[in-house]
């Protein structure tokens, strides 16, 4: 017997929760004109990667930066890497992490405007996870990066390798030199992120301080995260993870919850606030005072009408 296309839930979904979602998300955000306006700047933000400058071949030297991404999100990374690398004066050699979605032709424009940068295929990803995280012994990590792709920002870059590694989100922007974490980069010898407006976890604290065997870090914000690969210990996380989704289910924020379990265990710099800043206003938006920023949330009105434009002058 075929099975139906349009069940009773699907239907209840597509007829009730989805129209509801909408029109909380439409609310939110301002309403149908706001969010044209957002959409109308986001286009044209797209638009612009396209015509982004090559940037020159940086030294061999240059510290490598982790960003997972794709298809969807590549103008964002193009934008990120673009404006760090003009605020880097020793260079930056990107590292993209195939989120999934890249075929050669993005690889292609990837290598045209980042010359010496790496793409980190999702077929060779995979293979490597086999022989470093089997799922025989880590079958929940290996089941939620599926599903869940912040987790790849853990998995995908630091498992099995050695050294410092740093990730960036692609929904940043540098707008003059970010001097702590450049001199991170150039000798890095502790943990590095940046800071949250709110602890942002998913999960309650008194499991998170449980887990770790003492309260976690308050603030913990994973736009910028960097850590010494081979130090993370892949069967704890493992232990946790199992745990968390054990007891409460999943969260959008599990990756930060790890994170911060993590750093529960050991010092990490703490790039400061005022230089490197979670969901910028609109007035910061158009005139830029820190040296990062980082748009979650509804910061990204600010970010696709103004804050980009700020690269295309």
């Known amino acids: 017997m075929r099975t139906p296309l349009l069940t009773s839930g699907r239907l209840l979904y597509l007829c009730y929760h989805l129209p509801l ?26 638009a612009a990667a396209r015509t982004l400058s090559p940037l020159a071949p940086p030294p061999s030297t240059a510290p490598e930066i982790f960003l997972l991404t794709g298809q969807r999100f590549w103008y964002q990374s193009a934008f990120c890497v ?13 590292v993209f992490v195939d989120d999934g979605s890249f075929d050669d032709s993005l690889a292609a424009e990837a290598q045209r405007l980042f010359p ?45 390798r050695s050294g410092w590694r740093l990730v960036l989100d692609s929904d940043m922007l540098f707008f003059r030199r970010p001097t702590a974490l450049l001199d991170w980069l150039a000798a890095p010898d502790r943990p590095v992120h940046m800071l949250d407006v709110q602890d942002a976890y998913g999960y309650p604290a008194a499991t998170l301080a449980e887990l770790a065997g003492r309260p976690v870090p308050s603030l913990v914000n994973v736009g910028v995260c960097g850590f010494r690969s081979d130090t ?6 493992e232990f946790w993870t199992g745990r968390l989704l054990a007891r409460h289910g999943t969260s959008y924020y599990l990756e930060q919850a790890l994170v911060a379990l993590l750093l529960a265990e050991t010092p990490a710099l703490r790039l400061p606030s005022a230089d490197y800043r979670l ?18 949330d509804l910061s990204k009105r600010g970010y696709f009408r103004y804050a980009w434009r700020h690269f295309s002058r």
């Open 21 to 46: 979602a909408t029109f909380a998300r439409s609310r939110r955000e301002g309403g149908p004109w706001q969010q044209h306006l957002d959409g109308r700047g986001r286009r044209a933000m797209i």
């Open 232 to 237: 993370l210990d892949w069967e704890k996380l």
């Open 279 to 296: 969901l910028p206003d609109e007035t910061e938006c158009r005139a830029p005072t820190a040296a990062l920023h980082h748009y979650v």
């Open 116 to 160: 010496g940068a790496r793409v980190q295929r999702a077929a060779e990803t995979a293979a490597h996870l086999d022989a470093i995280l089997p799922s025989t012994r880590f079958p929940t990590l290996r089941a939620q990066r599926l599903t869940y792709l912040h987790l790849r920002k853990l998995t995908d870059v630091h498992a099995g």
């Open 82 to 94: 673009h404006s760090l690398a003009r605020h880097a004066p020793g260079g930056v050699r990107p």
